[in-house]
């Protein structure tokens, strides 16, 4: 088995569950939770309103006997048709009344409760607030609702009589069981079911993510080209499938400028080593005078400064793309660096005719940098501004502040850049051959060391030039950290 293959199955172990099993299981326990929720709050609403239909209907009879007692105490035909006849005509629900006087003795009674019911179970309530209905047993295994009330007889009262009721709601329990049946037979069925809808949905749902995957697997150092395609996907995998594209065409831009950058590499190291060994060859080919070992020791030394200036360059690029680069930040008066850069480079701009000035407000610029690097990008921008400008011109270092920012620009009045090469002068090892040329003695590095100083600031690097006109970079950066 290859390392690759060892690697991936490594990390696979390490994987949890697969996204179909969590949106199965996710679908599933949330149909199960809604079904469960639904049918338990269906049953105990329908539990609670048969309970309730039923306490309304023993609080109605106890009221109507108590108003009879109450209006009509001697209207014992009455009584005698609302307590022993007026059951016996249900089908369904019967229910069985008796009505004791204060001694507790049998007045009136239901035929067939004392057959039914066991009295003795009856509580007698203290007054008539305690009236609630409460559940018995009967003897031969049906479920009652049974409630006691005390009534006053005659108006004014005369006397206390006791009523106790009892409704057989046998049939309201037949029907919860029956409910309870089919909730459980529903659940379980349920329970079977959703685990099967729910990976369908799921395995269309993931269907598109697999093709993705499938078309990323496919792509590799050497096949950056390929994409995944947008059309047809939902939107949010629509746009993770952009947004995968577009990193691509990031990665295949890097993956060209890197080939580009190893190229330009191996030549730029390649000049000088050969130089170098070319004229040690040519010199230890036969004997010659010490000053011609002289030149040949001069020239070598020539090429080795430039290769140790390339490295250096190279060093300081790859240091700076570092995430671990710390800037060694203190206030910095930008007028006064740029003068000291003026000053270091004013010999060299006389000596080759040019004009050398810096352009400054009256109000000093502080801002929160690193002195170093601001110099090593600023001194940057002068070096090739001097180099590419004729004599008689004019090379202006400008500094200024605007709101939160630091602006500092190095304008030229020399040959200027072709507009079709703008875009990439921030490139490293980019030159542009009518004006930009390894006969300068550049390495194509000092733009992107300038873009490389800026970033690491927070800032930025821009640049404008017109062919014979001159060119005009500008720097901003933020004046201090926070900002």
């Known amino acids: 088995m290859s390392l690759n293959w060892r690697i991936s199955l490594a990390s696979f172990s390490r994987c949890g569950p697969s996204l179909a099993f969590r949106l199965t299981a996710g679908y599933a326990l949330a149909g199960l939770f809604l079904v469960f929720a639904a049918t338990a709050s269906l049953y105990f609403v329908l539990s609670s309103e048969l309970e309730k239909s039923t306490d309304l209907f023993l609080a109605d009879k106890v009221n109507v006997i108590r108003t009879m007692l109450r209006e009509r105490p001697d209207d014992w035909d009455g009584l005698h048709e609302e307590i022993e006849l007026e059951s016996a005509a249900r089908k369904y629900e019967h229910f069985y009344v008796r009505l004791l006087d204060a001694r507790n003795q049998v007045l009136l009674m239901t035929p067939g409760m004392a057959g039914q019911l066991d009295l003795s179970k009856f509580k007698f309530p203290s007054s008539a607030l305690s009236e609630r209905a409460v559940r018995m047993n009967g003897s031969d295994g049906q479920t009652f609702r049974a409630i006691s009330a005390t009534v006053a007889v005659g108006s004014p009262p005369t006397a206390t009589d006791t009523i106790q009721i009892a409704i057989d709601v046998s049939q309201k329990e037949e029907l919860l069981a029956r409910y309870r049946f089919w909730f459980w037979f529903l659940f379980t069925a349920s329970s079977v079911l959703f685990p099967f809808i729910g990976y369908e949905i799921a395995r269309r749902g993931i269907r598109p993510v697999e093709e993705m995957a499938t078309t990323a697997r496919h792509i590799t150092s050497t096949n950056l080209r390929e994409r995944i395609r947008t059309e047809g996907y939902p939107f949010e995998l629509a746009m993770l499938a952009a947004t995968f594209n577009q990193m691509l065409d990031r990665l295949e831009e890097s993956f060209e400028r890197i080939s580009r950058f190893s190229a330009d590499i191996a030549h730029d190291l390649r000049t000088p080593v050969n130089n170098i060994r070319g004229e040690a060859e040519v010199a230890l080919a036969r004997v010659r005078r010490s000053e011609e070992y002289r030149e040949v020791i001069g020239s070598c030394l020539e090429e080795a400064v430039r290769l140790s200036e390339l490295i250096a360059d190279l060093l300081f690029l790859a240091r ?164």
């Open 320 to 483: 700076a793309e570092s995430p671990l680069t710390h800037l060694r930040r203190e206030p910095v008066d930008v007028g006064q660096l740029l003068n000291g850069v003026r000053e270091y480079y004013e010999a060299s701009a006389a000596e080759n005719g040019i004009v050398l000035t810096t352009s400054l407000g009256d109000e000093p610029i502080v801002g929160d940098m690193d002195r170093t690097l601001i110099q090593r990008a600023v001194g940057n921008l002068v070096s090739n501004a001097v180099a590419h400008t004729p004599a008689g011109g004019l090379v202006t270092l400008v500094a200024d502040a605007e709101a939160a920012a630091i602006r500092i620009e190095v304008a030229d009045s020399g040959v200027g850049i072709p507009a079709e090469a703008l875009p990439r002068v921030f490139d490293r090892f980019y030159r542009v051959d009518s004006s930009r040329s390894k006969a300068s003695g550049g390495t194509g590095l000092g733009l992107a060391i300038v873009q490389s100083i800026m970033v690491l600031h927070g800032g930025k690097a821009e640049i404008s030039s017109r062919p014979g006109q001159g060119t005009r970079v500008t720097l901003h950066m933020p004046i201090s950290r926070a900002a």
